[in-house]
């Protein structure tokens, strides 16, 4: 099996990235901590697989914090995004960031597996976040989530670096 690649996210990549969040998140609007981000303007990379793109990360960077504003594989089990993430964190110590941290909801019970194997901790719980967010800054947000689990928390992690 061939290794997963990872490159820069181009402009060339808009296309794709434009379809796979739509569709994975309702529009390339994404919210965390209240905050609505464009995916469109955000930098990242983009995973690949035999040269075809399977999965994403786009982050942003404040003072010395990054953030993971979406981190999303149409391929599992294959490494796809812990190799997204390892390219984040070397990033984030490029820039001199002290930290790295990604919000889930409440009903992503693969994404607090993934995230806590790789060493990230709960940093905060927002409890009711999520509806919050969908009545103010984003209606497509879905209210049923994974295993038919109602989409209601913002669960933030982070890591030291």
């Not at 990549?13 to 901590?33: E, F, H, R, Y």
């Not at 990604?102 to 790789?118: C, I, S």
């Not at 919050?132 to 049923?144: D, F, H, N, Q």
Request: charged share 25%; hydrophobic share 35%; net charge neutral.
């Amino acid at each position: 099996m061939k290794r997963i690649q990872v490159r820069v996210l181009t402009d060339d990549d808009k296309p794709w990235l434009t379809s796979m969040i739509t569709q994975n998140w309702g529009s390339t609007s994404i919210v965390t901590a209240g905050i609505v981000h464009d995916t469109q303007k955000l930098p990242g990379f983009v995973a690949l697989d035999d040269s075809k793109p399977v999965g994403l990360l786009c982050y942003r960077i404040d003072n010395e914090e990054m953030e993971i504003v979406v981190l999303d594989c149409t391929i599992e089990g294959r490494g796809c995004g812990t190799e997204l993430m390892y390219h984040a964190e070397k990033t984030a110590k490029n820039y001199g960031c002290q930290r790295i941290k990604v919000m889930t909801t409440n009903d992503n019970t693969n994404a607090l597996r993934f995230y806590q194997k790789l060493e990230y901790q709960i940093a905060a719980i927002r409890v009711g976040a999520i509806n919050e967010y969908r009545k103010k800054l984003k209606p497509e947000i879905a209210t049923l989530g994974f295993h038919g689990i109602p989409v209601r928390d913002e669960i933030e992690l982070e890591k030291t670096l």
